[in-house]
């Protein structure tokens, strides 16, 4: 990858840890971190704003799937997100030669998975959307998927509802094709938004809508951004941490630079290793001054009770002397 590129692609995926699991969802997109590339375990729990391109690489299994992953970009009521469906050639046309789809019919095919090069479907932005009453996560495991559905000495085969075949095959408005599988009424006006309608008209995309909300996110998102550039690099190996250790009184960047060679980033990140340092000699400090004030007082206490134990002793030495 291009040096100038670190840092501005991430991937996502289960072997993650929490932590950088929510530092990939909490900085995502900003201007140093512009490109996310996920596999299914991001699901619920990722509200993403800004996000103007989605791309799914290779077909869904379901088309309410296909639909919930094409609304991570549909977050944003200022930024029009467009949304690519990557179809395996062959998905393409064993779809378009079955019989005519009806919808709300789930029949189901096996297809086998191939090596194809995908074929590209565009859904409009105002369909990027995640159905109401539907959770942002993907369907559970009682609904098919693309990832492990049976696989046999012949490769994967893959389950693919009769919505999706319908939705990738057709030749009108992908628009029309959605408002019938879910039963929503016909619109009115022509479709300037979905690949199919488009190549067939002279209209364009339509434009952003406009900035009528503050983006009252970003601001939240600063500090996270700013760490996005940070790779394994910046990490203090145990060596650099020992030449730490070992150099007394470390007080400005230069001790730093001084006290070890193995890590480079001193002079990017020094100032902050200066502050935690100094910090901790000033715990160190405090400990210290503590537990001497503790002794002092522990010493004057001893000598205190000693004084009186002379003192109840003489007097009790007078009084014999006296009785006698």
């Known amino acids: 990858m291009d040096m100038s590129m670190r840092g501005a692609i991430h991937l996502y995926h289960a072997h993650l840890d929490d932590f950088h699991k929510k530092v990939l969802t909490d900085g995502f997109p900003s201007k140093k971190f512009y490109a996310l590339v996920s596999t299914e375990s991001l699901t619920k729990g990722a509200d993403f704003r800004e996000v103007s391109l989605v791309i799914n690489f290779m077909a869904a299994s379901t088309l309410l799937t296909w639909l919930q992953r094409a609304g991570r970009g549909a977050w944003d009521p200022r930024v029009a997100c467009h ?20 919808p709300g019919v789930e029949e189901e095919i096996l297809i086998k998975e191939e090596h194809d090069e995908p074929l590209m479907i565009q859904v409009p932005p105002e369909l990027v959307y995640n159905e109401p ?16 559905q049976g696989k046999d000495r012949n490769g994967m085969r893959i389950t693919y509802s009769k919505s999706i075949r319908g939705y990738i095959r057709t030749a009108g408005c992908r628009n029309a094709f959605l408002d019938r599988e879910y039963d929503n009424p016909a619109r009115l006006g022509t479709c300037t938004t979905c690949d199919d309608c488009i190549s067939m008209t002279t209209h364009g995309i339509k434009p952003p809508l406009p900035e009528s909300t503050p983006n009252t996110r970003q601001a939240s998102k600063a500090p996270t951004a700013k760490l996005m550039n940070i790779t394994e690099a910046y990490i203090l190996s145990d060596k650099a941490i020992t030449a730490f250790a070992r150099h007394p009184n470390i007080t ?4 730093l630079k001084t006290a070890t060679t193995v890590w480079p980033h001193h002079e990017h990140w020094g100032q902050e290793i200066v502050d935690i340092l100094w910090g901790e000699q000033r715990e160190q400090e405090e400990e210290k001054n503590q537990s001497a004030r503790l002794k002092e007082v522990r010493k004057a206490q001893r000598a ?21």
């Open 252 to 255: 400005s960047v230069l001790d």
């Open 83 to 102: 949304t690519l469906l990557m179809v395996q050639p062959s998905h393409f046309n064993d779809a378009a030669t079955t019989v005519e789809e009806v």
């Open 133 to 148: 009453g539907v959770d942002t996560e993907e369907l559970d495991e009682s609904n098919p998927t693309d990832d492990n």
């Open 304 to 324: 205190q009770a000693k004084i009186e134990r002379e003192q109840k002793k003489q007097a009790k030495h007078e009084r014999m002397v006296a009785g006698l």
